[in-house]
C-alpha cells in the first residue's frame, strides 16, 4: 500500500478547520460589493458615452454627400408618427395609383 506523502518542509500545513474558516469567510464578507454610488457613476458614463456617440453620428451622416445624407419623410407617409394625430388621409389618398392608370404627359 502507498502511504501519503510527507509534507515539503517548505510547504506551509493547512488544516481542514482553517481552509473551512476561510470558506466560510469569504462566503459572509465579499471583497467588493458595488454600492449605490458605483451604480450611478456607471450609469452617468453609459449615458454620457451614448449620448456623445449619438451626436457625434448624427454629425457625420449629416457630412455626408447628397445621394446618402438622411432626408425629412413626409407626415402624409407616416401618419403613425404625427403625435398630434391631426393628419387624416381618405383611403384613396393613402393607396398607391393603379396600373393602367394614364401616364403624366411629358412636357416639351
Same mark, same amino acid.
Given at each position: 500500500?502507498?502511504?501519503? +506523502?510527507?509534507?515539503?518542509? +517548505?510547504?506551509?500545513?493547512?488544516?481542514?478547520?482553517?481552509?473551512?474558516?476561510?470558506?466560510?469567510?469569504?462566503?459572509?464578507?465579499?471583497?467588493?460589493?458595488?454600492?449605490?454610488?458605483?451604480?450611478?457613476?456607471?450609469?452617468?458614463?453609459?449615458?454620457?458615452?451614448? /449620448?456623445?456617440?449619438?451626436?457625434?453620428?448624427?454629425?457625420?451622416?449629416?457630412?455626408?454627400?447628397?445621394?446618402?445624407?438622411?432626408?425629412?419623410?413626409?407626415?402624409?407617409? /407616416?401618419?403613425?408618427? +404625427?403625435?398630434?394625430?391631426?393628419?387624416?388621409?381618405?383611403?384613396?389618398?393613402?393607396?398607391?395609383?393603379?396600373?393602367?392608370?394614364?401616364?403624366?404627359?411629358? /412636357?416639351?
Amino acid at each position: 500500500m502507498s502511504q501519503p +506523502n510527507p509534507p515539503q518542509p +517548505n510547504q506551509p500545513q493547512q488544516s481542514k478547520k482553517s481552509k473551512k474558516a476561510a470558506a466560510q469567510e469569504a462566503l459572509i464578507s465579499p471583497p467588493w460589493f458595488p454600492d449605490a454610488q458605483w451604480h450611478a457613476r456607471t450609469l452617468g458614463v453609459i449615458y454620457g458615452v451614448l /449620448t456623445v456617440a449619438y451626436f457625434g453620428v448624427s454629425y457625420a451622416l449629416s457630412r455626408l454627400p447628397k445621394p446618402y445624407q438622411l432626408r425629412r419623410i413626409p407626415m402624409e407617409m /407616416t401618419p403613425w408618427l +404625427n403625435p398630434g394625430g391631426k393628419v387624416h388621409l381618405r383611403e384613396d389618398q393613402l393607396k398607391a395609383p393603379p396600373d393602367d392608370a394614364p401616364a403624366a404627359a411629358p /412636357t416639351k
